[in-house]
């Protein structure tokens, strides 16, 4: 099969040395184009900045900005029988980026700013993807219920989620623990395990998605 995944932060800039951005690590996005790959699949892996190798054999998009991020998904979506949306996407960025540093005259300072595309949630609609789609979800309260609302709201197959009000599991840690969502209605618990081994699992459901 061919996968597309997203991963890691987006980089949204403020000014010539500024950015918003948020402790994405990448190390799921990647743990999954390691695990398609180790399956013999082909990998596009579109990804914000990260300082962790790329997975050998992948076919790597680097991108700062959700935009940039929304652009290479855009072009390479439809040669895809899958893909993974693991990023952990920027929701807004600032409406006018500073052409010179900012300077701090002011006590206080406000930005402004506007939504980025979701990614995600164009997949179907605007680009058309008919293939196998699968989102992430990071929650912090209510987890099943934000979780199936959002597979819904994005016609995913599968939605990943976990609790990141956890500090012991996620964000930049080598262990998660997630909750896998399907399309049909079934929920499956995954045992806390290592980014490796979730990734392995999600690359099996997709295979036997594909399947059915
Ligand atoms: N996503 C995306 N583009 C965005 C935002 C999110 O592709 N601009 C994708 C993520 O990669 C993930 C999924 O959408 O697979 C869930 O993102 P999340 O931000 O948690 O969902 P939202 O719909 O933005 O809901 P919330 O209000 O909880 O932020």
């Not at 799921?28 to 790959?37: I, K, P, R």
């Not at 960025?93 to 930005?111: H, P, Q, S």
């Not at 009000?165 to 399309?183: A, K, Q, W």
């Amino acid at each position: 099969m061919r996968f597309l995944i997203t991963a890691g932060p987006t980089r949204e800039p403020i000014d010539p040395v500024r950015y918003l951005s948020n402790r994405s690590s990448g190390k799921m996005g990647f743990a999954l184009a390691t695990a398609a790959l180790a399956r013999g699949h082909q990998v596009v892996l579109i990804s914000g900045p990260v300082s962790i190798p790329t997975p050998e054999g992948a076919t790597l998009v680097r991108i700062e900005t959700a935009q940039e991020m929304h652009d290479a998904v855009a072009a390479a979506i439809h040669e895809a029988d899958a893909a993974i949306f693991c990023a952990a996407v920027a929701d807004y960025r600032v409406a006018e980026v500073a052409g010179e540093k900012i300077k701090k005259t002011g006590d206080t300072l406000t930005l402004t700013l506007v939504k980025n595309p979701d990614i995600l949630g164009n997949a179907r609609g605007a680009f058309g993807f008919t293939g196998l789609l699968v989102g992430f979800a990071a929650e912090t309260e209510r987890l099943a219920e934000h979780a199936l609302e959002k597979l819904r709201r994005k016609g995913c197959d599968l939605l990943v989620a976990n609790d990141v009000s956890r500090t012991d599991i996620g964000f930049d840690r080598d262990e998660n623990e997630v909750e896998l969502f399907y399309r049909d209605g079934r929920h499956e618990s995954l045992a806390l395990a290592s980014k490796s081994e979730i990734a392995a699992v999600v690359i099996g459901c997709v295979e036997r998605l594909r399947e059915t």
